[in-house]
């Protein structure tokens, strides 16, 4: 089985939007939508679109999640610590920079750590990494050695923790909890480019910081 990802980066500040297909059945799950422009939309058209995972619910990931469903009809996942920014601009910082862009919906499925999402042959396994957020996930796909951090870890760097609910206290066990991860993994962040995990253990500052 194999698992392709694409990128688009999207919205206000450019976040990244991945497309997940599973091979073997063309089923896909886009991860952050921070808009849904015309090139999201002719990437997915005639597509079997079955989730939109959202790694938190800052703004520049969740703009384009109300417009995605209502094209795609798929489930919407996050975690159960960052469901309420999906209604409420002031929680996903959206009135900070773009007031009044943001349709309020509802999450089709609140996610908790260790669950799993089945996407045709492949899976995806849900690691719960505040810090950035209180609800920031990744989403792992052991199989495809694939790993997708939103902001939590990016290339040389990691998610800042000056927001409302960050701390960088949870930041630092989750990016341990990366780090621990067995074997490397094609790591797609949230934004700018993609990395590998075993570059970013020996390369990013904050995880060479980090004792074993």
Known sequence: MALTVETIPQGPVQANTHILTDTATGKIAVVDAGDCTDALKDRLNGKSVEYILLTHGHFDHILGVAALKALTGAEI?????????????????????????????????????????????????????????????????????????????????????DFPGGSDEELLASLIRLRNLDGDFTVYTGHNRATTLEFERTRNRYMRRIGR
């Open 77 to 161: 996942c996050i975690h159960a610590a960052d469901a309420d920014c999906l209604l409420d601009e002031e929680k996903s910082l959206c009135s900070w920079e773009c007031a009044g862009q943001q349709t309020p919906i509802q999450a089709d499925r609140l996610l908790h750590d260790g669950d799993k999402i089945v996407l045709g042959e492949s899976v995806l396994h849900v690691l719960h990494t505040p810090g950035h957020t209180k609800g920031g996930v990744c989403y792992a796909d052991y199989e495809n050695r694939i790993l997708l951090t939103g902001d939590t870890l990016f290339c040389l760097t990691a998610g800042r923790t």
